[in-house]
């Protein structure tokens, strides 16, 4: 086992698999708390017609692949204003997406085996150039989301507020899809298009059940997203069949599930519902969609 | 090019065809309509499941498929009664069943290269390659699901465009909605084996989506939704045989015409006045939060 992690490929593997699980826990815990699951399934879709056209132009796909999903992104931002007409839409050019990468690796010849690395990810595959792509782009993207966190939070929580405020709050949803895109083309490089979104919401659905404060659940999904990835390697690299992104999802579905069955999301109601409304609400309130109805109807009655 | 016409796969191909279209154009007028595009998605998801586990079982893929997607609807249905918050739950069922689905898959494409290209006929269809028994088991299938969709079609409707008032007349919904999901099942594994795993959702959002731009009335936006279905499906397939760029890939054509259908729809079509009425009923706070 430990012979394992001499080899430069473990090494990259880890050093990307570690990187991307923490990026993922932060962008995550938006999309579950902005209910944007469909949508962090869809862009990597998307995301993936890119790599394939990358393949066929001889670059490297990381970047053909961002392109698509930052481009998907950015119009799912701009188009979803009602939950409804978004999840039509998203459908669509999801299906589209994945219509069009399916064409252009018909036209790559030996097509199968490289598909099937784009769809699926791999350990094997990850280059010292990808690690260093990955750390920059990863670093930038900590960066911004933490520069925005306190407005975003504040719009995710509470979006009417937030616009009486004065927020930008259009332009905030933009631009966390846009970060969420980078963070999706980092982690699929590794986790595959089909099952990138399991290390953003799996983590992050995990920890949303146990704990409500914002700074606490982001920990805690980076911690068990680091787990994940990291058992997920190991398997991976140990069984030499067992795809990374399998045991990811397998882990994540096997936490997530007695965790969803067992911790009942009662106590933070009661506590949110009895939270007199204050100025450090947007720090550590509740982010639960049941607990901000109920808020908003006793505001609406007051 | 009229030999390829005439030829058996071109027959097999547009009967296939013909016979998803029609009952996903009819199953996803309700789709569109109760906004369960992402329980769609994760079906076919476990659809993916079950056909790449019969591929490496052995066993017949629509058999397998009917088996995951049926077992997976029940839950599906039970959840899709709630409101509110439910797409965190289908996500994880749906990244459990593609996890599942990869697991298989590659294990079955490590035999040998021939396993590896059988194993992308799974995801993105295999139209071409369809067997007259097959074409057998997809129309009873489809008989069995436009009968039951056809008897539970008035009561599913209501319960679907305002369930308070449903529920106040005491019409079943919680088996309403899960009788639609098996419903949905059944519908899904037939479009995952005739454009793949990854594509379905293509064939079942598309057509009603565009439909409805233009007509609100049920029977109107049926009908129309099973017409731009048989065009997307047809227009597919006959691209795909005598279309330029030396035969793109059916699951391409078919895909992409529903965009382009669709997205004219949604530019050209009227808004419907109705929906903005049905919807402060229908899904509740969410949608007014939305709105605001």
Known sequence: MLNLLHYPFMQNAIITGSIVAVLAAVVGYFIVARSLTFAAHAIPNIGFAGAAGAVLAGILPVYGFFAFAFTAAVGIGIIGTRARERDIVVAVLMSFGLGLGFLFLSLYSGYAQRVYGILFGSILGISVQNVLVTGVAAAIALVLLLTIYRPLLFCTVDPQAAAARGLPVAILSVLFLALASLAISLSAQMMGALLVFTLLVGPAATANRLTRRPGRTILLAAFLGLVYVWVGIGAAALSGRLPVSFMVSALAFAVYLPVRLLASPGPGRRLSGSRKPGRERSSDIAINRRVLTTEAEECSIC | ?292
């Open chain 2, 1 to 292: 090019m009229l030999n390829l016409l005439a030829s058996d796969i071109f027959g097999n191909a547009m009967t296939a065809g013909t016979i998803a279209a029609v009952t996903a154009a009819l199953v996803g007028y309700f789709v569109v309509l109760r906004a369960q595009a992402f329980a769609g998605e994760a079906l076919t998801d476990i659809c993916f499941a079950g056909s790449a586990g019969s591929a490496l079982a052995g066993f017949n893929p629509l058999l397998g498929m009917l088996v995951f997607s049926l077992t997976a609807s029940l839950g599906l249905g039970l959840l899709s009664n709630r409101v509110r918050g439910r797409d965190v739950e289908i996500g994880m069922a749906l990244s459990m069943a593609t996890g599942l689905g990869v697991l298989f898959l590659s294990l079955y494409a490590h035999h040998s290269a021939s396993h590896a290209t059988a194993g992308m006929s799974l995801l993105f269809g295999s139209i071409l390659s369809i067997r007259p028994e097959e074409i057998g088991l997809m129309l009873l299938c489809a008989i069995l699901v436009i009968t039951s969709l056809a008897i539970v079609s008035r009561p599913l409707l209501f319960a679907t465009i305002d369930p308070a008032a449903a529920r106040a007349k005491g019409l079943p919904t919680l088996q309403l909605s899960v009788s639609f999901m098996l419903i949905l099942a059944v519908a899904v594994a037939m479009c995952v084996l005739t454009i793949g795993a990854l594509l379905a959702l293509s064939l079942l959002v598309a057509p009603p989506a565009a439909a409805l731009r233009f007509s609100r009335r049920p029977n109107r936006a049926i009908a129309l939704s099973v017409l731009i279905g048989l065009v997307v499906a047809w227009g597919g397939i006959l691209v795909s045989f005598v279309g330029p760029w030396k035969h793109p890939p059916i699951g391409f054509s078919i895909t992409s015409l529903g965009a382009i259908v669709y997205l004219s729809a949604h530019f050209a079509g009227k808004r419907r006045r109705g929906l903005s009425i049905r919807e402060s009923e229908h899904p509740g706070k969410e949608v007014m939060d939305e709105g605001r």
